[in-house]
């Protein structure tokens, strides 16, 4: 699995129709069709042209891209924390995904009436926020009540894990977000044991009318203010174009989008957006039949990188024989790559690279 993304957003701001465009967006792929895990989870290839020119030039019988999971979140409102709408049944869903993509509504249409009448991005978001924020203040006061009665015995463990829920509790009631809060490394443990929403990363998506997404517009300037204060992404998409091109077969999406004058879709937007907030990179195998796609931490090292295709790869590892996509890309093939010294033999400190063709030596 690539990563996993949590939708959520207001209802009416178009968050269904994107994520069955996402659905649709995978149901043509040969390599990884869209597979329904349940009502509301998706799997979904990450477009990768690297990979398609490195399987055009090495015919491998099967060629398997990388991938993102997507669960689409049900409808936030107002006064969610406290039991509004569907109340507080999302954050089970929400607390172990890595990324947050928040879907705030940015196209005027009067067939669609919005929940809070005009449409108004900042106030979208800051709902939305309000709404995590209080959940989360509400986990960490659960855990100070827990850990103040364990504190008593001086033990300083429990003392060290009450002064952080403190600090965040402080936070959190100024309307911190819990990735913003200023915590040292032990405390920095301490809120990744929580499981926190405003801890998760997050990636507005804009969306917009069509006539819209090739300029910026005054809702989207809005939303980038937020995202740069909060350290967030934002991208442009249009729901409607997206379930527009969905329902195209596979091979007729680039032309739709050239005529358009567009480089990528907004779902394809959404993916490279998504690796780049969350560091992460894609490396490639060759082993056997197969050439495979997979999603990497940024920095991650070559027994762990072997470790994401099987535990005894890691225990076993040797070296890594590596090569370039781009040495790859010059030479022609592997082999040539080999020939020209392009190949490289790297140990266990090595740092796998975005791009990199590795075939690993272990023991078993």
């Not at 569907?86 to 995904?97: A, S, T």
């Not at 990735?179 to 990636?203: A, M, P």
């Not at 490639?284 to 072997?306: C, F, I, V």
């Not at 024989?321 to 020209?340: H, P, T």
Request: glycine share 10%.
């Amino acid at each position: 699995m690539g990563f996993r993304c949590g939708i959520i957003g207001l209802p009416n701001v178009g968050k269904s129709t994107i994520f069955n465009a996402l659905s649709a967006a995978g149901a043509e792929v040969a390599n990884y069709p869209f597979c329904t895990i349940d009502p509301n989870v998706g799997i979904v290839q990450v477009p990768d042209e690297r990979l398609e020119i490195i399987s055009g030039i090495i015919k491998p019988p099967k060629t398997t891209c990388t991938t993102m999971q997507f669960v689409d979140i049900a409808g936030l409102v107002k006064g969610a924390s406290k039991g509004e709408g569907l109340g507080n049944k999302f954050l089970g869903h929400i607390r172990d995904v890595d990324a947050v993509v928040q879907i705030v509504r940015c196209f005027d249409n009067p067939d669609v009436a919005h929940i809070y009448g005009p449409v108004d991005p900042v106030r979208d978001i800051e709902i939305i926020n309000a709404e995590l924020m209080l959940a989360d203040l509400e986990t960490v006061e659960k855990r100070i009540v827990k850990v103040e009665r364990l504190a008593k015995s001086k033990d300083k463990q429990h003392a060290r894990v009450l002064k952080a829920c403190h600090k965040l509790e402080d936070g959190l009631g100024k309307g911190i977000a819990a990735r913003s809060i200023t915590l040292d490394e032990g405390e920095l443990e301490i809120l990744c044991d929580l499981h926190l929403l405003t801890d998760k990363k997050v990636l507005y998506a804009a969306n917009v009318s069509e006539s819209v997404l090739k300029g910026e517009g005054i809702y989207v300037k809005e939303i980038e203010a937020i995202a740069e204060r909060d350290g967030a992404g934002v991208v442009t998409i249009c729901g409607d174009m997206e379930a527009e091109i969905a329902e195209l077969p596979f091979e007729e999406r680039k032309e739709f989008l050239m005529d358009l004058g567009l480089e990528e879709s907004g779902l394809q937007k959404l993916v490279r957006s998504g690796y780049a907030l969350l560091d992460l990179i894609t490396f490639y195998t060759t082993t056997g039949p197969e050439l495979r796609a997979w999603t990497l931490k940024k920095g991650t090292k070559t027994p762990q990188a072997a470790g994401k295709i099987h535990t005894d790869m890691e225990r076993g590892f040797i070296r890594a024989e590596v090569v370039s996509y781009e040495d790859f890309n010059r030479a022609g093939s592997l082999s040539a790559a080999r020939d020209k010294g392009l190949m490289r033999v790297e140990g266990k400190d090595y740092v796998i690279l975005d791009g990199d063709i590795v075939y690993f030596r272990f023991n078993v």
